[in-house]
């Protein structure tokens, strides 16, 4: 019979991100994934991805005014 522990250590992933409006119905994103490239292996075996960035815009229309 397997002990009943957690053998597993602790994992913490540091992310950020934030956006800007330019315009009513534009606006510029980004994400930052694993900003502190900290490399963990998940008990199945597969290690964490390593740092990563996102980048884009956001478009609406079709969207009323409320000023």
């Known amino acids: 019979m397997l ?12 992310d950020g991100g934030g956006s800007i409006r330019l315009l009513d119905w534009l606006s510029v994103y980004g994400q930052a994934q694993n900003l502190a490239n900290s490399r963990h292996i998940a008990p199945i075996g597969y290690s964490s991805l390593p740092f990563g960035v996102r980048t884009g815009l956001r478009i609406e229309w079709g969207k009323s005014s409320n000023r």
């Open 3 to 14: 002990p009943n522990r957690n053998l597993d250590f602790g994992y913490a992933r540091l």
